[in-house]
């Protein structure tokens, strides 16, 4: 306690020595005014009354300088010798002061008993000066420099504190609150304290008050008393006990143990603790992300949070996000390789800008505040918002969005390609300048909202992985651009109109034809290409070329007489033809077949022939428009293979020359026997899409019988005969339907029981409800399967329908249909959480260290198979004996 170590300021004047009234002082007086202003005006010391109730002015009255300033005084004071000699006699009073200013050789003392500030030399200091620092007490005695007559302090001697505290603690009542230098009055507080039926009124100062509280007039605190050498009491390691009006606080739970957790607090960048006994509400647990209301209490010397009430979600807002767009450039990207990420820096980030006033500003951002999570790298030019947290005022940069101008001051190699696969998260990329497929990750395409598909034309910058180890290097594409349709070219045209002799027929290898459906080696295709000849200037020339370069349905046979053009391939330099056609009409391809699209992978399909016998494979490179958009029961015509590729033992042909017919083209002379009725009936058999294991392809519906006499009909069907394409029906389900005059079961519509959830996730292309499965896992969907292409949100409740993989067992919902929006949740800004509590909740989990780990591996259920006991279920007893049932 700074303030009990200065004395009583003397009341009478301190009469100024004669050497002060010659002209000579006179003088200097007026040009030292300014230097000695400036000089006292660094003193951070006040001086306090001998009651401790109002400090005394810091500066001296104008017109009474009776010293230099700083350096006038150790000018003249460094010309002496500072033996005892050139000291005049004093008066062996001994004086106190605090240190207020240490130089090389020298220094100066603020006076605690009267209003001077003191020159003395570390000669006069009797101790190691090393030991002695500013803001010290000292005893000193005062005397007079005979070359100058300035008063000066000798024989210093550093003095302890002497501060004694009580050893057990006491409570009393706050009587005046602490006020601010510059608020006027006291910047003291007072503290109430009755012992012995005497009243107390104790100091105290903002140091002396333990966590960061503020004390009001009425509160109730423990403290300890400090008394120092002079007897002066004061209140110290002041704790609120019982605040007289709580002060509700807000915050957002950020963590939780076993017993207790952690809020985020939004009135000061500041975490507390809170032991769950402080929550009431018994009906819903308190959960991470939570908007809470509580009030601080000190519990054993540390703050923590009470009476804690949830509030509605978006109710705790940290930050607020300026609506003027920015401009700026990166100076720090964010470092995308996860073992150099610390922990310790939410904000890693940097970009550089210029403000309104044309000042350049720096301003920090962290993961969550791109638009993506697509790489950024330095020099790169952005538009941002500012988003400023109201606690501590720090800014930092938000919505931040690549601008195109970047690759043209970057200076990178872009390359151009095409989206070859689509995986969960993940696909490949075949680009015009490489052979091998690029690897990319969904999250580095700079447009977040599109939905990409396969043939997707793109541009991009290849870049090593960084969560490709060491010994397993992988490039992959990085900052993603979408081009317009037709931008990206493969090829180089040559010559056109060249006529060559079909010498070596193309075929396919390691691909079989049919493959089965337990394949999963679709994407790995190689072509044995096929071999035109022609002769140019008397000159025999080979060409290459590859199935997919024909037009039409056209197939070459050996000999062929084609005509074609000459291409370039960008990435080898090789010739190739391509745009092959015979030139003339003697040969045809085998004979058209008709059926609809049954099944849709990545980069492959399945065909249903009318005769619902069979499937047929195709791949999407043998579509005759590649940039055909596919959905399931679109009528196609193509041509079976009648190449020997090696099918491998498949169980389907392989379809050529696809080509997507206007619906209502196939004309298959079937009608409806009875329009008027439709008939209820049960799924015993799917189709082959839903079990793969079965061997027939089509369907079966079996009749429910209205009488027990009447006899089980039973129907086949296939995809063109659901209303819904995309129904996934398995056995089991119940179904209304028509028969048609091949006896096949049409207009199917499946009677299913419809399940309502939240949405609890979206992640990309895929989310998860709130409804729990096996495991007490979450129900997967696919975006796919949302109807209308309506865009889901966290909290949205949904409807659907709850069906069951045949071969993995696991559930998936479909059919999923929007109800309603997230209720009570006003849409959320990405300003409501501060970076480091969105990284917190994110990453919270059980890391992979070896501890024991304890795993859920079935939910609790109540004894009637409900989610906890029923009330009823337990009823009061005398101990020791039984209720009769």
């Not at 538009?383 to 930092?396: G, H, W, Y």
């Not at 969907?781 to 069951?804: A, P, R």
Request: net charge negative; hydrophobic share 30%; charged share 25%.
């Amino acid at each position: 306690m700074s303030s009990m170590l200065c004395c009583a300021v003397s009341s009478q004047n301190f009469p100024m020595p004669s050497q002060y009234q010659s002209s000579q002082f006179q003088q200097k007086e007026s040009s030292m005014n300014n230097m000695f202003n400036n000089g006292l005006q660094s003193s951070t010391f006040d001086v306090f009354s001998s009651d401790n109730t109002a400090p005394v002015s810091r500066y001296p009255p104008a017109g009474n300088d009776i010293f230099g300033n700083d350096t006038a005084t150790a000018n003249s004071s460094n010309n002496s010798n500072f033996s005892n000699e050139s000291f005049g006699n004093n008066q062996g009073v001994r004086e106190t002061g605090i240190i207020e200013k240490l130089l090389h050789s020298y220094g100066f003392i603020q006076c605690c008993e009267r209003q001077a500030r003191l020159f003395f030399h570390f000669s006069q200091f009797s101790g190691n000066i090393e030991h002695l620092k500013i803001g010290d007490p000292v005893e000193f005695e005062m005397t007079y420099d005979r070359r100058t007559g300035k008063p000066i302090a000798s024989t210093v001697t550093k003095i302890a504190p002497e501060v004694v505290l009580s050893e057990e603690r006491v409570t009393g009542v706050v009587t005046t609150e602490l006020r601010t230098e510059g608020s006027g009055g006291d910047t003291q507080g007072r503290i109430s304290y009755e012992n012995r039926g005497e009243c107390f009124f104790l100091p105290y100062n903002k140091d002396d008050v333990e966590g960061n509280v503020t004390l009001r007039t009425g509160d109730q605190v423990s403290f300890q008393i400090a008394t120092n050498q002079r007897g002066n009491l004061g209140a110290t390691h002041v704790r609120l006990e019982n605040p007289v009006h709580p002060v509700k606080y807000q915050g957002v739970v950020c963590s939780m143990k076993d017993v207790f957790g952690y809020i985020e607090r939004a009135d000061i960048v500041k975490e507390i603790s809170f032991p769950f006994t402080e929550f009431k509400d018994s009906s819903k647990p308190l959960q991470l992300g939570d908007d809470v209301e509580f009030i601080i209490q000190t519990r054993n010397g540390k703050e923590v949070a009470c009476n804690i009430e949830r509030l509605p979600p978006g109710s705790v807002i940290f930050e607020d996000i300026d609506d003027t767009v920015m401009k700026g450039q990166v100076l720090k990207p964010l470092d995308k390789n996860p073992q150099n990420h610390l922990p310790s820096e939410p904000l890693p980030g940097r970009i550089r800008y210029r403000a309104p006033d044309y000042s350049e500003v720096e301003v920090s951002f962290g993961e969550k505040d791109q638009q993506g999570d697509f790489t950024l790298r330095h020099g790169d030019w952005v538009e941002f918002r500012i988003a400023t947290d109201r606690r501590d005022q720090l800014k930092r940069a938000t919505n931040i969005s690549l601008l195109p101008e970047s690759f043209v001051v970057s200076g990178e190699r872009r390359e151009q390609g095409i989206i070859a696969v689509l995986k969960q998260g993940f696909g490949f990329l075949r680009s015009v300048e490489r052979e091998p497929k690029i690897y990319f990750t969904f999250n580095e395409v700079l447009e977040v909202q599109r939905k990409l598909e396969c043939n997707d034309e793109v541009e991009f910058t290849v870049a090593q992985d960084p969560s490709s180890s060491f010994g397993n290097s992988r490039q992959s594409a990085i900052r993603i651009k979408h081009l317009p349709r037709g931008s990206v070219q493969f090829e180089l045209l040559i010559e056109e109109g060249l006529v060559g002799v079909v010498t070596v027929v193309a075929t396919e290898l390691s691909e079989p034809s049919s493959p089965s459906k337990n394949s999963n080696h679709f994407d790995d295709v190689t072509f044995e290409p096929g071999v035109i000849t022609l002769h140019s200037s008397s000159v025999k020339r080979t060409i290459l070329y590859n199935i997919k370069d024909c037009n039409g349905k056209y197939i070459p046979k050996q000999g062929d007489k084609v005509k074609f053009n000459l291409y370039q391939i960008k990435r080898n330099k090789e010739l190739i033809a391509m745009n092959i056609h015979p030139v003339n009409n003697t040969h045809t391809s085998d004979d058209l077949k008709y059926g609809y699209i049954a099944a849709l992978k990545d980069g492959f399909g399945f065909i249903e022939t009318i005769a619902l016998d069979s499937e047929v494979f195709f791949r999407y490179a043998n579509l005759n428009e590649p940039s055909s958009s596919l959905e399931l029961g679109m009528e196609v015509e193509y041509t079976v293979s009648t190449r020997n590729t090696g099918n491998g033992g498949g169980s389907c042909a392989s379809a050529e020359n696809v080509r997507v017919l206007p619906p209502g083209t196939i004309n298959d002379n079937c009608e409806l026997l009875q329009p008027n009725v439709i008939l209820d009936g049960v799924v015993s058999r799917p189709l082959r899409s839903v079990n793969p294991d079965q061997t027939e392809y089509a369907g079966i519906i079996q009749e429910v019988p209205t009488t027990e006499e009447e006899n089980i009909l039973q129907y086949e069907f296939g995809i063109k005969g659901l209303i819904n394409k995309k129904e996934l029906l398995q056995v089991g389900d119940p179904v209304q339907f028509q028969v048609d005059s091949k006896n096949r079961a049409v207009n199917i519509i499946a009677i299913r029981k419809k399940q309502r959830a939240h949405v609890d996730t979206i992640k990309g292309y895929f989310g998860f409800l709130t409804y729990e499965v096996e495991g007490g896992k979450k129900l997967f969907f696919h975006i796919s399967e949302v109807t209308d292409g309506i865009k889901l949100h966290q909290g949205d409740l949904v409807e659907f329908v709850l069906v069951v993989n045949q071969r993995s067992g696991k559930s998936s919902g479909c059919n999923v249909t929007k109800i309603s929006s997230a209720e009570n949740s006003p849409p959320k800004q990405p300003s409501q959480r501060p970076e480091h509590l969105i990284n917190r909740i994110r990453t919270i989990s059980v890391k992979d260290d070896g501890s024991p780990k304890l795993i859920v591996i079935r939910q609790p259920l109540g004894p009637d198979g409900t989610n906890g006991f029923d009330p009823n279920a337990r009823k009061q007893h005398i101990p020791g004996q039984l209720n009769e049932v």
